[in-house]
């Protein structure tokens, strides 16, 4: 089993920072991804950004609306993915999840979900 614990969520103002980490443990033999999503009140879970093993080290995506004012990375050492939120908007505000593909000890691959973390933007 691999638990995945998340921090750093909090309410800040238009154009303040944050940043969210999320940690894994457990069963890991290695973590293929890594990604941070967002739900708001009554809208869909949105992928916001991940990043990958690549074949030249990591590779990474944002969804447009993040684009230039957040930044993902990892530590490989700790199976930590950190989320850094620069300039944030009010329509940033919603609950923030990490997730990770984990390859566990003994075969077996399987995603997992932190519990979320709420991120309000407001004056």
């Known amino acids: 089993q691999v638990q995945l614990v998340e921090s750093g969520g909090g309410l800040v103002q238009p154009g303040g920072s944050l940043r969210l980490s999320c940690a894994a443990s457990?069963?890991?033999?290695?973590?293929?991804?890594m990604g941070w999503y967002r739900q708001a009140p009554g809208k869909q879970r949105e992928l916001v950004a991940t990043?990958?093993?690549?074949?030249?080290?990591?590779?990474?995506a944002y969804v447009d609306s993040v684009k230039g004012r957040f930044t993902i990375s990892r530590a490989n050492a700790n199976n930590t993915v950190y989320l850094q939120m620069n300039s944030l908007k009010p329509e940033d505000t919603a609950v923030y999840y990490c997730?990770?593909?984990?390859?566990?000890?003994?075969?077996?691959?399987?995603?997992?979900w932190g519990q979320g973390t709420q991120v309000t933007v407001s004056s």
């Open positions: 997730n990770m593909g984990v390859h566990s000890y003994g075969g077996g691959s399987k995603d997992y």
């Open positions: 457990g069963n890991i033999f290695s973590v293929y991804a």
């Open positions: 990043i990958t093993r690549g074949t030249r080290g990591s590779d990474i």
